[in-house]
């Protein structure tokens, strides 16, 4: 019988921390998806779970959370249970806490992909690089003859990456076959290591080399997150900080929350130096959408509705949403704090 991955949490006082949260991915043959859904909903639902879990032929991906003993129940349901049949035995998980519940509701939703990029051929189920663990990652990143490519979008890099890889430059994560085809070579390019932020595109991306021909390809198990996690800043390869899709915006060595913010206008993630620009303006325009006018005029009319609402001390109506993020803020911070105590105990 499968057994669910080790919870390093488990001994963590619950008193102080009534929510626990579960972040999972694994690609694994799941043929039988659109079936396996309203079961997986029902489950979660009637455990009072909350979050989002992803389901697609490919595999599962997401993040939920509920009380202990619903999420150790939805843990046995996945990786012992008869529904996946040991399917997702070695998926990547986390565990963590929150005081206050992160998510509003239940969502499990199927889809094609886990993660798109629209290619049959890159099925890391069945086809993928070599796994490389944190520790071990800058001894294969520093040889001259592996080729270090970073497999995020454009907005991520820009915040920060490692020493010697190359930028795609994509905007979306489909567009990294086009790259690969006008730049890479299977002759030439006999080693290639990715990374990303926590692994699962790196793993897809893998995959796709792997069916175009490239011999040896590795990527970074769990991705610039683990890195971060393990890795003593003083002996890191990593420059800046790791963009993450929360309301962290980015993270630094130890999974600290970093120093970059969003545009309200555009959603970039901007840096000091950004703020500092002279096309930055607070709420209203940053250096990457200062020539839009159609954003520019939105934003400066919300941040208008903004400010007439703090001095007349009522709440504008993205408050609401504004205080739900900030509990979503507070579970990513318990899960940053989780990692750590992990990695002590480990």
Avoid at 48 to 72: F, Q
Avoid at 132 to 148: F, K, Q, S
Avoid at 184 to 211: H, N, Q, W
Avoid at 265 to 270: I, S, T
Wanted: hydrophobic fraction near 40%; proline fraction near 4%.
């Amino acid at each position: 019988m499968n057994q669910r991955p080790r919870d390093m949490n488990a001994n963590l006082p619950q008193s102080h921390q009534p929510y626990k949260v579960m972040a999972i991915y694994k690609f694994a043959d799941l043929p039988d998806a659109e079936a396996i859904q309203p079961l997986l909903a029902k489950f979660c639902c009637a455990r009072d779970i909350k979050g989002t879990l992803i389901l697609a032929p490919e595999g599962i991906n997401g993040t939920v959370a509920g009380t202990v003993e619903a999420i150790d129940a939805l843990a046995d349901f996945l990786f012992s249970g008869d529904l996946f049949a040991g399917r997702l035995e070695g998926a990547e998980v986390k565990y963590s806490t929150a005081t206050d519940m992160p998510f509003l509701r239940m969502k499990v939703r199927l889809k094609p992909e886990i993660v798109t990029l629209r290619a049959p051929e890159a099925n890391p189920s069945k086809l993928v690089g070599t796994y490389v663990e944190a520790e071990h990652w800058n001894g294969l990143i520093e040889r001259n003859d592996v080729v270090l490519l970073d497999t995020r979008n454009d907005y991520e890099v820009g915040l920060g990456t490692f020493q010697r890889a190359l930028d795609p430059a994509t905007k979306s994560f489909t567009e990294f076959k086009d790259y690969v085809a006008q730049n890479l070579d299977p002759a030439r390019d006999r080693k290639v290591a990715m990374f990303c932020t926590g692994g699962i595109r790196c793993e897809k991306a893998s995959s796709y080399l792997l069916s175009q021909g490239f011999e040896e390809v590795f990527h970074l198990r769990g991705g610039i997150l683990k890195y971060l996690e393990v890795v003593p800043q003083e002996d890191s390869r990593f420059a800046g900080e790791c963009f993450v899709f929360d309301d962290r915006v980015s993270v630094g060595h130890g999974l600290v929350e970093g120093d970059a913010t969003l545009c309200r206008a555009c959603r970039h993630p901007l840096t000091a130096d950004d703020r500092a620009h002279q096309d930055y303006v607070e709420g209203v325009s940053c250096p990457h959408c200062a020539g839009d006018v159609a954003k520019h005029q939105a934003a400066a009319e919300r941040q208008k509705q903004m400010d007439l609402a703090r001095k007349q001390g009522t709440a504008h109506m993205g408050d609401a949403a504004a205080s739900v993020a900030a509990e979503r803020k507070a579970a990513k911070k318990a899960l940053a704090e989780a990692s750590r105590e992990r990695n002590k105990a480990g």
